[in-house]
């Protein structure tokens, strides 16, 4: 037996051929949405995400602006491109690609983006706005999450699910949208401090192995059945290898596989974030003219 695969890819597509009408509709009514990107230095793998950004944007009609600065950036040169964008009428929402150079504040140039144009939900008013249940842009990899597991009937209302990692991007917000009352999931967080992380594991029907540890989650610590999102990727000289080790296909009920599961709907969820927040702009206006 071999699992169902969780195909983002796919997904992605039936997102963006919803999320081209909406553009074009926007556009109509005099509204043009505009994702800005800003990438600090020369990691490869940062490179190619911003890439990829720039070409979903490319694909449903939204305009993209990129700031590329150079490692030895400072903090004021930053902030000033930071501010740039806030200001910028063009830039309907944008991302910090994380993790900066270590010279630099992550925390603190999260906290310097405009909350109203945080295409990550990753703004601390936005992180609290999900504490508290109010509306906010929501964080996209976990959006992405959940946005997959619905797709393919995965159940998530009293089912277990074990969160491997407690990152800022996936671990530590996961938990906050899989335990609203419209998921209703039960949600343990491990990380490095946890005792025994195989028995965690395989009492879980979920399973989210953001780590970005190499195939740390293996056929033995998972219920046969489960469902495997490998969100974790690391670069290693044979390629992009996941959390999820290849034998766990053999034991559990859906796997995303990685690359083709998860990334593309993070980038998906950028551009939905982007879109939302500017029909939410058009509602306004149009309740003013009223
Ligand atoms: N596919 C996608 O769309 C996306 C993928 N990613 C990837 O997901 C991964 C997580 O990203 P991010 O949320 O930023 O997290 P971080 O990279 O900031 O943190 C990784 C977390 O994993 C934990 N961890 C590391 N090793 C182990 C282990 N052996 N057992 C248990 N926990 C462990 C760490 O624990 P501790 O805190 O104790 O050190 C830490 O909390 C990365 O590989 C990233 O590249 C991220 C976003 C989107
Ligand atoms: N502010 C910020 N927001 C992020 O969302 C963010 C970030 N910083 N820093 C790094 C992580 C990582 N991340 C990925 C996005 C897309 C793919 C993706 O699309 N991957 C393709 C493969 C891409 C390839 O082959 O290089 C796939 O899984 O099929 C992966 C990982 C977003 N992150």
Redesign the pocket.
């Known amino acids: 037996m071999t699992a169902t695969a969780l195909d983002g890819k796919a997904t992605r597509d039936e997102i963006f051929v919803d999320l081209t009408e909406r553009v074009r509709a926007l556009g109509e009514a005099g509204i043009a949405p505009g994702l800005g990107t800003v990438l600090v230095g020369d990691d490869p ?1 940062s490179q190619a995400y911003v890439r990829g950004k720039h070409s979903d944007c490319a694909k449903v009609g939204i305009a993209s602006l990129r700031r590329d600065l150079p490692a030895d950036t400072t903090t004021e040169q930053l902030n000033a491109v930071i501010d740039e964008l806030n200001a910028d009428p063009a830039c309907t929402g944008y991302i910090v690609q ?2 900066l150079p270590a010279h630099l504040d992550d925390n603190a140039a999260l906290e310097r983006i405009a909350p109203e144009k945080d295409a990550d939900g990753l703004h601390p008013i936005n992180l609290g706005r999900l504490v508290l249940g109010t509306e906010s842009t929501l964080p ?2 976990p959006r ?1 999450v959940v946005h997959l597991l619905r797709r393919y009937d995965v159940p998530l209302a009293g089912a277990r699910v074990v969160v ?9 917000p996961i938990g906050l949208l899989l335990t609203r009352r419209s998921e209703n999931a039960t949600v343990t967080l ?5 005792a025994d ?1 195989a028995s965690e594991v395989s009492r879980a029907d979920i399973v989210v192995a ?4 190499p195939h ?1 989650i293996t056929a033995d610590m998972v219920k046969p059945g489960a469902a495997v999102l ?5 670069r290693t000289d044979a390629g992009l290898v996941g ?1 999820v080790a290849p034998d766990v296909w053999e034991v559990a009920g859906h796997v995303s596989p ?2 083709g ?7 998906a969820f950028l551009l939905v974030n982007v879109v939302e927040r500017a029909e939410k702009q058009l509602a306004a206006q149009r309740a003013q003219a009223r």
């Not at 490998?230 to 690391?234: A, I, L, M, N, T």
């Not at 599961?261 to 980038?267: D, E, H, I, M």
Request: hydrophobic share 30%; aromatic share 0%.
């Open positions: 793998g994380l993790p996209c990899t992405g491997v990692g407690r990152g800022v991007t996936i671990g530590r491990c990380h490095t401090g946890t992380l953001a780590a970005g540890v740390l490998d969100v974790g990727v690391s959390d990685n690359p599961g998860v990334g593309p709907l993070t980038r």
